[in-house]
């Protein structure tokens, strides 16, 4: 009987939390995929044009079924659709394209390359290689006030 008892109360959990009728909780509820589930529940709790389990299911599927939600890249997680439309080809992980998609993964992860620098003068850019103010004119003034 506790078992049947705590199903009603999840029922009525989601049919007050998403705003849909029992069938629908029911048939969220049975779900056999727990990851799915997730999903569809997003779906009918953010998608104003998705009411029902059947129309949320449906949404997924077409979703799963287009091709550039395939993953491109295990490594990275890429998509087909994120593929970098300068070089036409390649990741995230492959860092030698210039493309726009490329540097915005650089900038998610933090990820850059040799060359850039992050010890330069925060004004005028000169120094680097571990001496932050290396060729840098912007503090002499200040150096010499102190001595």
Same mark, same amino acid.
Request: glycine fraction near 10%.
């Given at each position: 009987?506790? @078992?049947?008892?705590?199903? @009603? @109360?999840?029922?009525?959990?989601? @049919?007050?939390?998403?705003?849909?009728?029992?069938?629908?909780?029911?048939?969220?509820?049975?779900?056999?995929?727990?990851?799915?589930?997730?999903?569809?529940?997003?779906?009918?709790?953010?998608?104003?044009?998705?009411?029902?389990?059947?129309?949320?299911?449906?949404?997924?599927?077409?979703?799963?079924?287009?091709?550039?939600?395939?993953?491109?890249?295990?490594?990275?997680?890429?998509?087909?659709?994120?593929?970098?439309?300068?070089?036409?080809?390649?990741?995230?992980?492959?860092?030698?394209?210039?493309?726009?998609?490329?540097?915005?993964?650089?900038?998610?992860?933090?990820?850059?390359?040799?060359?850039?620098?992050?010890?330069?003068?925060?004004?005028?850019?000169?120094?680097?290689?571990?001496?932050?103010?290396?060729?840098?004119?912007?503090?002499?003034?200040?150096?010499?006030?102190?001595?």
């Amino acid at each position: 009987m506790p @078992k049947n008892h705590a199903r @009603k @109360k999840a029922l009525a959990a989601l @049919k007050d939390e998403l705003g849909i009728k029992h069938a629908c909780a029911i048939a969220l509820l049975d779900h056999p995929d727990a990851d799915e589930r997730e999903t569809l529940e997003r779906y009918l709790a953010e998608y104003v044009d998705i009411n029902t389990y059947r129309e949320a299911v449906d949404y997924l599927r077409q979703e799963q079924a287009d091709p550039r939600n395939q993953v491109l890249c295990d490594r990275c997680g890429w998509l087909m659709g994120m593929v970098c439309p300068e070089c036409e080809k390649g990741c995230g992980c492959e860092y030698q394209c210039t493309g726009w998609r490329h540097e915005e993964m650089r900038a998610a992860t933090g990820d850059y390359d040799e060359d850039d620098d992050p010890y330069g003068c925060p004004e005028c850019g000169a120094g680097g290689g571990g001496d932050p103010y290396g060729e840098c004119v912007c503090y002499e003034d200040d150096e010499e006030e102190a001595a």
